[in-house]
């Protein structure tokens, strides 16, 4: 049986690539895991391998899709569930220029029909697979919960939707850039918890301006779940008792020594098996960056990580020489 979704991982362009999503899945065994955004089109016209290539072992993980045409998202959810994805999720959440020339993301909770046929397309070209929804809790400068109540029921009544993943802060359409409105609009948590109360069969994931396992596990009196983005990528060791604080876990929790040399053996297997498809070391670095947040030796491990000169000789071994180094620095 698949893991409910008290936690996960939110779906970052970008950043919650293959090579993130392991070393997460490293972390917590239980938690589930977003892709970045792939657009529709790219899945259909692209290679699909570029875009849906997962790792065996990161199950529970979900693929959002971006897009607003029901026959693409159609296609595109087919493809996506061919390559073993347990959910596929819709973004109606960014508010990105680009993201609006393409009349989707958060401009499409302006059409809620529209969103509806999209998910009943993509549903229906997916049967194995759970279809979701990630959204905001309006656009621009409503206030009112009424529009987020008449969103979310109406969907309710037009599709088999049962997953609400909601960012509790409005959408602005102009004026902020992606970033400013992942920060400026403010947080109205009270507007998540309300929807649960309204809908109460709904798995209703509240998202945004989470940091600390106290706060997940408040918001988990009111919610189903709770989504982590920035948080969990720079400071990923955030979720190491995850699976023990808020899944039951009784397995040993993963530790430092552990960790470092599970990931030396991916980069060294991915080293030796992709780097025809052009994987380099930089390529999974480049996340594990976060790992020794609050340790006395995070500069060293940061640096050596990101030193374009070590980085290049494409040595999967770097990373068991920084964690020397940040062992040694810590005995010295
Ligand atoms: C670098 C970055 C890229 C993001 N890309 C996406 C995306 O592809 N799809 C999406 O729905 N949200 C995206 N988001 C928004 C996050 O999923 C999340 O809703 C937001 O960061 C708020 O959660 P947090 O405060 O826990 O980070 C992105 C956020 C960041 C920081």
Same mark, same amino acid.
Request: aromatic content about 8%.
């Given at each position: 049986?698949?893991?409910?979704?008290?936690?996960?991982?939110?779906?970052?362009?970008?950043?919650?690539?293959?090579?993130?999503?392991?070393?997460?899945?490293?972390?917590?065994?239980?938690?589930?895991?977003?892709?970045?955004?792939?657009?529709?089109?790219?899945?259909?016209?692209?290679?699909?391998?570029?875009?849906? /290539?997962?790792?065996?072992?990161?199950?529970?993980?979900?693929?959002?899709?971006?897009?607003?045409?029901?026959?693409?998202?159609?296609?595109?959810?087919?493809?996506?569930?061919?390559? &073993?994805?347990?959910?596929?999720?819709?973004? !109606?959440? !960014?508010?990105?220029?680009?993201?609006?020339? &393409?009349?989707?993301?958060? !401009?499409?909770?302006?059409?809620?029909?529209?969103?509806?046929?999209?998910?009943?397309?993509?549903?229906?070209?997916?049967?194995? !697979?759970?279809?979701?929804?990630?959204?905001?809790?309006?656009?621009?400068?409503?206030?009112?919960?009424?529009?987020?109540?008449?969103?979310?029921?109406?969907?309710?009544?037009?599709?088999?939707?049962?997953?609400?993943?909601?960012?509790?802060?409005?959408?602005?359409?102009?004026?902020?850039?992606?970033?400013?409105?992942?920060?400026?609009?403010?947080?109205?948590?009270?507007?998540?918890?309300?929807?649960?109360?309204?809908?109460?069969?709904?798995?209703?994931?509240?998202?945004?301006?989470?940091?600390?396992?106290?706060?997940?596990?408040?918001?988990?009196?009111?919610?189903?779940?709770?989504?982590?983005?920035?948080?969990?990528?720079?400071?990923?060791?955030?979720?190491?008792?995850?699976?023990?604080?808020?899944?039951?876990?009784?397995?040993?929790?993963?530790?430092?020594?552990?960790?470092?040399?599970?990931?030396?053996?991916?980069?060294?297997?991915?080293?030796?098996?992709?780097?025809?498809?052009?994987?380099?070391?930089?390529?999974?670095?480049?996340?594990?960056?976060?790992?020794?947040?609050?340790?006395?030796?995070?500069?060293?491990? /940061?640096?050596?990580?990101?030193?374009?000169?070590?980085?290049?000789?494409?040595?999967?071994?770097?990373?068991?020489?920084?964690?020397?180094?940040?062992?040694?620095?810590?005995?010295?």
């Amino acid at each position: 049986m698949k893991p409910k979704r008290t936690l996960s991982i939110a779906p970052m362009l970008d950043w919650t690539d293959r090579h993130y999503r392991h070393m997460a899945r490293q972390i917590t065994r239980h938690t589930w895991l977003y892709t970045e955004m792939i657009n529709a089109g790219a899945v259909i016209y692209g290679d699909p391998d570029r875009f849906l /290539r997962k790792n065996d072992g990161e199950n529970p993980v979900a693929l959002q899709l971006g897009g607003s045409e029901p026959a693409d998202l159609a296609r595109a959810a087919k493809k996506v569930a061919q390559y &073993g994805y347990d959910e596929i999720n819709l973004n !109606c959440g !960014c508010p990105s220029p680009r993201v609006q020339k &393409g009349a989707f993301g958060a !401009c499409l909770m302006k059409e809620v029909d529209l969103v509806a046929d999209c998910l009943n397309a993509m549903q229906d070209a997916a049967p194995m !697979c759970e279809i979701t929804i990630k959204h905001r809790i309006g656009l621009d400068k409503q206030t009112e919960y009424q529009p987020l109540e008449d969103f979310v029921g109406t969907l309710v009544a037009k599709t088999t939707c049962k997953t609400f993943i909601v960012h509790a802060r409005n959408a602005w359409l102009q004026g902020l850039s992606p970033k400013e409105n992942r920060d400026i609009p403010p947080l109205r948590y009270d507007y998540v918890y309300r929807l649960k109360h309204t809908f109460p069969e709904l798995e209703i994931i509240i998202n945004g301006g989470i940091k600390t396992n106290a706060e997940i596990a408040e918001h988990l009196q009111h919610v189903d779940g709770v989504m982590i983005g920035r948080e969990a990528y720079h400071n990923p060791m955030l979720m190491q008792h995850w699976d023990k604080l808020f899944y039951g876990e009784t397995l040993p929790e993963t530790n430092y020594e552990i960790l470092v040399h599970a990931l030396y053996d991916y980069a060294k297997t991915q080293l030796n098996t992709n780097a025809q498809n052009g994987v380099i070391l930089r390529h999974m670095v480049r996340h594990y960056l976060g790992l020794m947040h609050g340790l006395n030796g995070a500069k060293i491990w /940061r640096r050596m990580l990101s030193d374009a000169k070590l980085l290049r000789n494409n040595r999967a071994e770097l990373i068991l020489e920084a964690w020397e180094n940040i062992q040694n620095s810590t005995t010295a």
